[in-house]
């Protein structure tokens, strides 16, 4: 299977549509930019889903759903918001088709809409409409609303799971009475998400802040979590916005203090998306297919039975009945694959390229001497041990995947940093890829000439960053600290 | 709260809407039909997703994720879905905005679509547009997938949750070598969904088959499970549909037997949607407010503390303080609501509006006495028993409560059940609501003449149904039959 697999090294982008493609993760569909997530894929999203949805409700948040359409003139209510948004989307004009005399179905000219709808590319003016009935005083605050759902935003250049047309996400939406409160909020989802791409993905991430022209159109402040490609490329995985109270303006939402005040309403919002399986994919995959960490993993261990003819496998599988039950009982998911239409040797490259954390290999050889092959997929390493070893061995054995993969991702982060001091080295370091920290004077101006120059954009200046001043590395002037560039997905 | 509210008896209709506004269910958008659901109505839908879900996988199902839009070519491939399906739908005929001249924005005439794209009202044809790509052979089949989505019907009068243009779903499409295991999934699926609501919705449901006219638009035979409503108003609550070859054929999916001989593939789809809650609500709910199966509740104990003082209130939270670690061990969804922001007899008349199965009452006197107040929210029976009893009691009163719910709705159906022989019994029949058996000579235009003079349908041919020899009310002629009307939602 592995055989004819484009390498990381031959090329990169293809080796990721190909570990999307032949790893059962996704495909395209017909409809330009859609994407179809297959069975596989979907069953890790779920995974990702069922984790970040039991942290949101940990930190106090209930789920709720908006509707998929909003009506076009909302999105020019905050003025930078429909800057940002308001221009590639999906645009419903009408609600009717009818019979063509030239056969099928065409639309009927008679059913236009009076104002047309958009496919919601983000919720947040729709909320902010429907939270102006639910807000009247302090005591209907904080509102911590999470939704599931999925939006749409017309791109030209789509990439499975990086860049989607239509993509499914989370989006929190939450109101609050004061501006410390709103901060506070913002910066612990952006700790949630951190935790999450760390604790289950595996995938060392950077906090930080975007400057003034990479934050979401319509908050005061963006903030990231940014992670490492293998390919040396950045990845933005989630983002917190603190939006002030812009949306609350826009939608005249206010609510009565305990001293009777009335004042506007501070909001934050907060998503992650399915590109979170293109972070995942890219951080681990290697070039005999998709490495995936163990608390994302559908299958976490799969036992491959080898044998010749119907008494081995027989023999085989009575072994596996007194061995399945106890794995099951310490929560792993277990997959016996004793299939007849697939050869052992099929097997072993199939759930190498899935993926599979561990794999359990046993024979009519192992059953006479009480042995089993363990295979870690992330190392590829095989050991034999004692059968009666396997449910002591295997819970330990995903433990040091999961911590291992997060290793590996954090040293990629280290290894990769380069910290420059003049635009020439800047250069170099951005073309050999990873994060590069330099300063920078703080304008617009000179952060879109860098972009121009070596298409490097700012991907955050990290928490807690420590100001020390300094000379930018592209205009010379002034700085007060170093930021993180580098080029990104 | 319950003060100027309206009963059943005054207004069954408004007092459905008055449920799912006053208790937090959904509320109208300002898009037409769309409505937004609100985090206690969400709750409950979350519910019943986990426990559907659950369900699907334990009979073998994989969720997976197929694009919102479909080309509008797709809709007519197969002959009766077009008729029933390309109508009435949200169509997306451009991809972009542009700031307008008169300050907003406006549709792009620049970016229109070449096909334009319609937003799903159900995938079949998406899906078996994927599925050609999937389907080699036997060993591809059978494939068992499941989708949580949601879908888009212009309906032009709109309810909440009962008929809304936008809705929430699963759709389950399935494919398979044979015509006999398809209609075996078909028939599973039907059970699934009958065990659902009757397990945990506390709906009693009866099973049965359409009539080709009321047939799901592309199948061969459409399932379905048919609710009765306390007004005598059935309420189709799931369908299960055997599709034959129908979308194999249109969109040219064929599979390689064992014997190496091409066939079309064999399907099913099968779907519930967030119309389940608008069955919970008028299933059980009464005159003072919502009513909630203890399986469904997203709170099943709200413990409200009745006190005068800070000093109390903390000689009763610590009281409680034992007890609800002990209640969430037993895995009872528990809250104990000490808001100092609110009255216990606004809390009271609160929880009881929600629905919420058990409350338990606290004040200064029990505990002196040892003692709690325990009212049970569908009798509306409040009794003192001993605090120390509680965590032996709740659990078993939890299950009384759900077990009394299925039971009422049993029971609904057997009492309002008429069989009848003549027209005239029948319209009397129609007229005072419930199931009508009554003997049906099999055509459409009988059913249609039937349904114009008393807007009663044929809900289902129930399965299993004895065959009787018989006259049917309307046109006299010969039957084989009875089959079950009643005016339906």
């Known amino acids: 299977m592995a055989k004819n697999f484009t390498t990381r090294e031959e090329n990169y982008s293809e080796w990721y549509n190909e570990i999307v493609k032949r790893a059962d993760l996704a495909e395209n569909s017909d409809v330009r930019g859609c994407m179809v997530i297959k069975p596989y894929g979907y069953a890790i999203w779920e995974k990702m889903q069922r984790q970040l949805d039991d942290m949101f409700k940990e ?29 590639e989307c999906a645009v419903v004009t009408h609600y009717r088709l009818k019979t063509s005399d030239k056969g099928g179905v065409e639309v009927d000219p008679a059913a236009k809409l009076e104002e047309e709808l958009i496919v919601r590319p983000t919720s947040e003016t729709i909320i902010w409409n429907t939270y102006k009935n639910w807000i009247q005083s302090y005591r209907d605050l904080p509102i911590l609303v999470n939704q599931w759902a999925n939006v749409v935003r017309w791109e030209m250049r789509t990439r499975l799971f990086l860049r989607t047309a239509e993509f499914l996400w989370q989006e929190g939406h939450t109101a609050h009475a004061t501006k410390e409160e709103a901060i506070e909020e913002t910066e612990k989802m952006l700790n949630v998400y951190a935790e999450f791409a760390e604790q289950y993905m595996a995938v060392a991430v950077l906090k930080g802040k975007k400057t003034e022209s990479e934050r979401f159109a319509g908050a005061l402040d963006t903030y990231c979590i940014e992670a490492l490609m293998q390919d040396g490329k950045a990845l933005q995985a989630g983002t917190s916005h603190f939006l002030g109270q812009n949306f609350a303006k826009a939608f005249d939402v206010k609510f009565a203090g305990k001293d009777g005040k009335q004042d506007y309403v501070w909001a934050t919002s907060w ?17 005999h297919g998709l490495v995936l960490p163990p608390k994302l993993a559908p299958i976490q261990v799969v036992i491959v039975p080898i044998y010749k003819g119907e008494d081995q496998l027989k023999a085989i599988a009575e072994k596996i009945d007194t061995l399945l039950p106890k794995l099951k009982a310490l929560g792993i998911s277990v997959k016996f694959d004793d299939r007849d239409t697939h050869k052992p040797g099929w097997k072993f490259a199939e759930y190498e390229f899935k993926g599979v954390p561990i794999r359990i290999g046993l024979g009519a050889r192992d059953l006479e001497n009480g042995t089993a092959e363990l295979a870690r997929r992330d190392t590829l390493e095989k050991v034999t041990i004692d059968f009666d070893e396997i449910q002591q061995k295997v819970p330990a054995l995903l433990q ?11 040293a990629r982060i280290q290894d990769t940093t380069t910290v420059v001091d003049d635009y020439e080295g800047f250069k170099k370091a951005i073309d050999k890829g990873g994060f590069v920290s330099a300063h920078w004077d703080g304008t617009p101006e000179t952060e879109e000439q860098i972009k121009k120059e070596t298409k490097a954009t700012i991907r955050c200046i990290p928490l807690n960053n420590t100001l020390e001043p ?20």
């Open 59 to 87: 930190t106090g948040h209930v789920n709720a759903y908006f509707p998929l359409f909003i009506p076009k003139s909302y999105l020019s209510k905050e003025a930078d918001h429909v800057e940002g948004f308001a221009k």
């Open 470 to 489: 300094g000379t930018c590395i592209y205009s010379k002037n002034p700085s007060t600290q170093r930021v993180i560039f580098a080029k990104a997905y």
């Open 400 to 410: 040091e995947i999961q911590d291992s993969l997060l290793a590996k991702s954090k």
């Open 271 to 287: 998503g992650v998306s399915t590109r979170l399986m293109g972070a995942l994919v890219m951080s681990h995959s290697d070039d």
